[in-house]
Each structure stands twice: as structure tokens, then as C-alpha cells.
């Protein structure tokens, strides 16, 4: 269609058993963060005809993608000249708490046993939706707060109690450091953002997850702190949108040639 120049579009497999890894190091899924910027874009750049230097490389995502965007951009200026984010996870009090309780519902039914649950999860042919809560929530504690005391696969902590659904504050904190919204906050965090040439940002308005709301609060944050962005909102839920691409790609092209 020829609204955009060619580019080279790397796409890395971040998923892991516990569902997404969002990009982190992580003692209990591995050092996705580390094997990105370490291992693959070197190799990318060696193998491929690529301009070399952060000016002309971004991140872009969707979902835990989209956040994986976000903290590959804050944790590496050196690396990300510019970075999009599509429905990405941010404000946790309200996108994860939701989970909470139809995850403990589940676990109950496992007789609150993580081991149980996981392993029938596992070796189920076709995943029970209502499953879904839990496992999400399994594989964003193995993100945020992994636990290397304990052994797979409960080597994480959850942020909650699965009897009476209350948050636990110690693990909770660890979550919440990991939340774009409290993120923002620190210096190098803002300075990194300051220095994209692109920072996109954007989520349906009828996302089954509430992000519209954290995009929104993440976008205002950005404004008070003078970071230039696009925010962008669009009538849709949060699957299916692959189409937001069309905006996003030519935005990042144009951004990194």
C-alpha cells in the first residue's frame, strides 16, 4: 500500500509455561529482558542489513507485548529509539485485581493447591476458559514476583489470598513497582522516554481488561511531565485488533529512517 518504507520486523516468541513472560528477568521463567537486548539483537544485526544503532531500532507490542514495549524502551535508550504500545498492561490495581476473584473460585476448586491446578491445566487438550484468571494470574506473579525458594511450579508468589481474595501488601509492593504508572516516576524512566523520537500509545475502549483507563492516567502522567506521545483510543475490545498496526507501523517507520 505503500504507506510506509520497508523495514525489518523481528518478532521473538516471549511466551512461556506459565503463559506470558512481559519481557522480564525473571528467576522463575528466565532472563527474556536479558536474552532481547544480549543475545537476539546482536544477532539480528549481525545476520541481517540493519542500521545498528538505536535511532533506528523501536519495540513495539500488544498486551504483555505492549508492556514488554514500554520496559525494554525505559530499561534501554541505548537500544529503542522509538516504542509502541498496543492495550498494554499498566495501572495493576485496576487491570489485575479483576482477577482475582474468579482466579481464588478456581483454585478452590483444586483445593487451593498451584500444583494441581497447573498440572491439569497443562495436560488439558483444550484449556478451560474459565481457567484463564488463574493462569494469568500464575504467569504474572512468576513475572513480578517470582520466589526462588520455592520449586516449580509455584516458584512464584501471588499478590492475594485465594480463601478471602485480600491483598498480600508485601507482594502486592513488588507488582505495583512493576506498574508504567508508578514506573513514570523515576527520573531514568522519564528521561528515557523523553528521548524517543516516537512514543505510541494506544487501547479500545471496551477492553475486557479496563487498560483504557491505565493508557489513559499513563498518557495524562506523560503530558505533566512534558514527554511528547501519542495517545490514541479506537470502539473495540482488546483482541482482535491487529488492524491498530496500520497506524502504528508507517508512525515507526517514519520515526526510525
Not at 57 to 78: F, I, N, T, W
Not at 180 to 205: M, S, V, W, Y
Amino acid at each position: 500500500r505503500k504507506k510506509m518504507p520497508e523495514v525489518i520486523v523481528v518478532m521473538p516468541d516471549g511466551m512461556t509455561r506459565y503463559g506470558g513472560s512481559q519481557y522480564l528477568n525473571s528467576s522463575a521463567t528466565g532472563r527474556y529482558c536479558d536474552h532481547l537486548i544480549k543475545e537476539l539483537i546482536p544477532y539480528i544485526d549481525r545476520t541481517f542489513r540493519t542500521l545498528g544503532n538505536s535511532a533506528s531500532r523501536a519495540v513495539m507490542g500488544k498486551s504483555s507485548g505492549g508492556y514488554g514495549a514500554l520496559r525494554l524502551a525505559m530499561a534501554h535508550p541505548e537500544t529503542f529509539g522509538a516504542a509502541a504500545c498496543h492495550s498494554g498492561d499498566m495501572n495493576f490495581d485496576l487491570c489485575y485485581s479483576v482477577d482475582f476473584p474468579p482466579a481464588s473460585r478456581v483454585l478452590e476448586r483444586h483445593d487451593f493447591s498451584l500444583k494441581k491446578f497447573f498440572t491439569s491445566y497443562e495436560a488439558a487438550p483444550k484449556k478451560p476458559r474459565d481457567g484463564f484468571p488463574l493462569i494469568n494470574m500464575i504467569g504474572m506473579a512468576a513475572a513480578y514476583s517470582p520466589n526462588p525458594k520455592k520449586k516449580f511450579p509455584e516458584n512464584y508468589d501471588l499478590p492475594f489470598d485465594p480463601y478471602t481474595c485480600e491483598k498480600i501488601p508485601a507482594v502486592w509492593k513488588k507488582w505495583l513497582s512493576n506498574d508504567p504508572i508508578h514506573l513514570i516516576g523515576q527520573k531514568e524512566n522519564r528521561q528515557a522516554l523523553k528521548q524517543l523520537n516516537l512514543l505510541f500509545i494506544d487501547c479500545g475502549t471496551n477492553d475486557e481488561y479496563h487498560l483504557q483507563f491505565g493508557a489513559r492516567l499513563f498518557s495524562q502522567k506523560l503530558k505533566k511531565l512534558g514527554i511528547t506521545h501519542i495517545h490514541e483510543e479506537f470502539p473495540d475490545s482488546h483482541s482482535d485488533t491487529a488492524y491498530r498496526y496500520d497506524v502504528s507501523l508507517p508512525l515507526i517507520a517514519e520515526a526510525i529512517s
